[in-house]
Structures are given as structure tokens and as C-alpha cells.
């Protein structure tokens, strides 16, 4: 099983940039279809973007199409959420997760394994 720890959370001004990392232990990273998700205080935790374990499908929610990219590094097993214009309302704790199939890719009770957070604090 794979374990995850995210990194690279901040406070930025709002149009500016953060790249959150989400190192992965263990041998069976390739395998994973991995994800972001966030959750803001009071609510539900939501699908930020998706990544296939080859790298080669993605997906966005909405609001974050055309300023957030996800890639990997299946070499340093580390998975990346670059995150331009931000604005306040993506203010949140940012998690990486492992495992959903690619049809259940924005649903956070389908995948296996989640790490502990980053927060990202977009304010003036």
C-alpha cells in the first residue's frame, strides 16, 4: 500500500501561484490513478483534479480549468497540483489520494489512501 505526504501549502495573495507535491512511499505508486481534493472549513470535501497512473487523462473540476495542472514524477513517485490566479475561494486544506478507477474519479469514498493536508491560504 501506498502512503502519502503532502507539501508546499502556504499563504499567497490572491493572483498569485502555489505547487503542492504529494510524495508517495512504496513501490506501487505507478499503479495508482491519483487525485486532489480540498475541503474548506464547514464543508464537504470536493474533487480539485485527477490524474490516470500513466499520466496520461486528467481532469478538472470547474472552477480550477485553466489555472490548476496536475502531473506526476512516476520516477520520484510524486504526484503535483500547480496552482496559478488563485483566488480566496480556493482557500482550503488540500489533500492528494490513491486508488479510484477512472469512473469514480470525483468521488473521495473511492479512493484507498489520503494524506494528512496541506493547507493554502489565499488572502490580501
Known amino acids: 500500500q501506498v502512503q502519502l505526504v503532502e507539501s508546499g501549502g502556504g499563504l499567497v495573495q490572491p493572483g498569485g501561484s502555489l505547487r503542492l507535491s504529494c510524495a508517495a512511499s512504496?513501490?506501487?505508486?505507478?499503479?495508482?490513478?491519483m487525485g486532489w481534493f480540498r475541503q474548506a472549513p464547514g464543508k464537504d470535501r470536493e474533487f480539485v483534479a485527477f490524474?490516470?497512473?500513466?499520466?496520461?487523462?486528467?481532469d478538472f473540476t470547474d472552477s480550477v480549468k485553466g489555472r490548476f495542472t496536475i502531473s506526476r514524477d512516476n520516477a520520484k513517485n510524486t504526484l503535483y497540483l500547480q496552482m496559478n490566479s488563485l483566488k480566496p475561494e480556493d482557500t482550503a486544506v488540500y489533500y492528494c489520494?490513491?486508488?479510484?478507477?477512472?469512473?469514480?474519479?470525483?468521488?473521495?469514498?473511492?479512493?484507498?489512501?489520503w494524506g494528512q493536508g496541506t493547507q493554502v491560504t489565499v488572502s490580501s
Open positions: 490524474i490516470t497512473a500513466d499520466g496520461t487523462g486528467t
Open positions: 512504496g513501490r506501487a505508486f505507478t499503479m495508482y490513478n
Open positions: 489520494a490513491a486508488g479510484a478507477t477512472t469512473w469514480g474519479r470525483t468521488r473521495p469514498d473511492l479512493y484507498d489512501t
